[in-house]
């Protein structure tokens, strides 16, 4: 049967099953399996770029961020920001007195973006990230996971399923058709990015 639809999608779980009594758990298999695929899945599909304005020493994140590719200011000479943890951020600033000047670092700190030296202007900068998977549901029926890559949706989702089915011996299986079809994925994104394939992203404001 066709596997592009979310409805589809947990009619095929269901037949795999061979179970007609899943309907209410169902959606929460697809759910679990995406959040595994948030976490284990990177492709060149998830790349987003976000421009935006900083003038102070945290800004907000996207709300679809998953994963950080790089940070640079834009504006005026260009300037990548170099990733430090908090516990770096904190001495800095305790040895510079917490100067202003244009950024040069940044840390995410409780769900933003802090940078340092705090701006002493406005400062124009992009951001390359992975974003989360925009998850399936009866008004978002489809996705590009689900559009390019419909077997590991039905093999993680399957996979989610055996603790509430218990003692499946299909587990296995379907775990290891799953991990098979990750780092497929994984592989293809490289390829694609390294092979001169072209790709487009989304400009987005996490102002």
């Known amino acids: 049967m066709a596997l592009t639809t979310y409805d589809e999608l947990k ?10 009594d899943l309907t209410s758990v169902i959606p929460d298999f697809i759910t679990m399996a995406e959040s595994d695929l948030n976490m284990n899945l990177r492709h060149w599909r998830q790349e987003e770029r976000a421009i935006a304005p900083i003038d102070s020493q945290f800004s907000a994140i996207p709300a679809d961020f998953l994963e950080i590719i790089s940070f640079h200011i834009s504006s005026g000479d260009f ?3 170099e990733l430090i943890s908090k516990a770096e951020m904190l001495d800095r600033r305790y040895k510079s007195g917490d100067a202003s000047g244009k950024p040069a670092f940044y ?16 400062y124009t900068t992009e951001l390359y990230y992975f974003s989360r998977i925009d998850a ?25 399923s055996a603790p509430y089915l218990k003692d499946d011996p299909r587990l296995q299986v379907w775990g290891s058709l799953y991990q ?11 390829r694609s990015k390294t092979g ?11 102002s």
Not at 152 to 159: E, I, Q
Not at 196 to 206: E, H, L, M, Q
Request: proline share 4%; hydrophobic share 35%; no cysteine.
């Open 180 to 190: 098979a079809a990750i780092n497929a994925i994984n592989l293809e994104g490289e």
């Open 107 to 122: 840390a995410v700190t409780a769900g933003e973006l802090e940078v340092y030296p705090t701006p002493d202007g406005e």
């Open 196 to 206: 001169g394939s072209g790709r487009r992203t989304r400009i987005r404001s996490y």
């Open 79 to 81: 300037r990548a920001l």
């Open 136 to 160: 399936l549901s009866a008004s978002n029926t489809s996705n590009w996971v689900l559009e390019y890559f419909p077997n590991v949706y039905l093999y993680g989702s399957l996979m989610h």
């Open 11 to 20: 009619t095929s779980i269901a037949d795999f099953l061979n179970r007609d």
